[in-house]
């Protein structure tokens, strides 16, 4: 089945900064992209996704790029915010309908 | 507004008993998911099923139930035979099985008295 690893588990910024979050996933059936904002307490809520056949997409400030030959994607998010910290949860879908989660990233803005 | 609902948000379980956590969407998603959150790990999937009547079983599914009576309802019951209950657990729908969003409720956090 398929393995999605996520890095950092933790990250910690300065407002402004930017924050960075990779995902690698192991199935080349995958073709979906999620990735999901989750703050305490709540249930994920989708902040940005990805389909396979586009290598990149903006949103104001995030960003996600994806390298399918590497199987990776990644998480970018410019100009940040106290308002951003929360976990960050990558996923990948095939087409059978499953999404595989990664173990989230905890981002904590400093003001 | 359209959402998804998960009842209720904190529940107990005394050893030896079944409990059963309600989820109900208005969305008219056709697809709906059961997943159990730990401190510190992503979600793994418990059930899902992608059209009334119909469930599969995912990464986690022993020791719960569910039935998919109502397009718009999708309780999960933890049985006894779950020995190890306690944790988060969140609901989810999308308008289909492939490549869709999946909406999340808040949740329902289940504790072993």
């Known amino acids: 089945g398929e393995n999605v690893e996520q890095h950092p588990s933790t990250l910690s910024v300065q407002e402004g900064d930017s924050a960075v979050i990779k995902c690698t996933y192991s199935d080349s059936a995958s073709n979906y992209f999620p990735w999901y904002k989750q703050e305490l307490g709540k249930g994920p809520q989708l902040i940005i996704d990805?389909?396979?056949?586009?290598g990149e997409k903006k949103d104001q400030r995030i960003a996600v790029t994806l390298n399918k030959t590497a199987k990776h994607f990644s998480l970018h998010i410019t100009e940040t915010q106290p308002e951003d910290s929360a976990v960050y949860f990558c996923a990948a879908n095939t087409n059978a309908g499953k999404s595989t989660f990664g173990d989230g990233t905890t981002l904590t803005v400093k003001p | 507004d359209g959402g998804i609902t998960q009842s209720p948000k904190y529940l107990f379980r005394k050893e030896g008993q079944n409990v059963t956590l309600s989820c109900e969407q208005n969305?008219?998603?056709?697809?709906m998911y059961w997943y159990r959150q730990d401190p510190g790990q992503g979600l793994r999937l418990i059930y899902y099923s992608q059209i009334v009547n119909d469930f599969q079983k995912g990464d986690i599914a022993e020791g719960y139930s569910v039935s998919r009576e109502k397009k718009e309802s999708f309780p999960l019951t933890v049985t006894s035979a779950q020995k190890n209950p306690t944790a988060f657990y969140l609901c989810?729908?999308?308008?289909?099985?492939?490549?869709?969003?999946?909406?999340f409720g808040d949740g329902t956090r289940l504790s072993i008295l």
């Open positions: 969305l008219n998603h056709d697809a």
């Open positions: 989810a729908s999308s308008k289909q099985a492939t490549n869709q969003p999946q909406h």
């Open positions: 990805i389909r396979s056949n586009v």
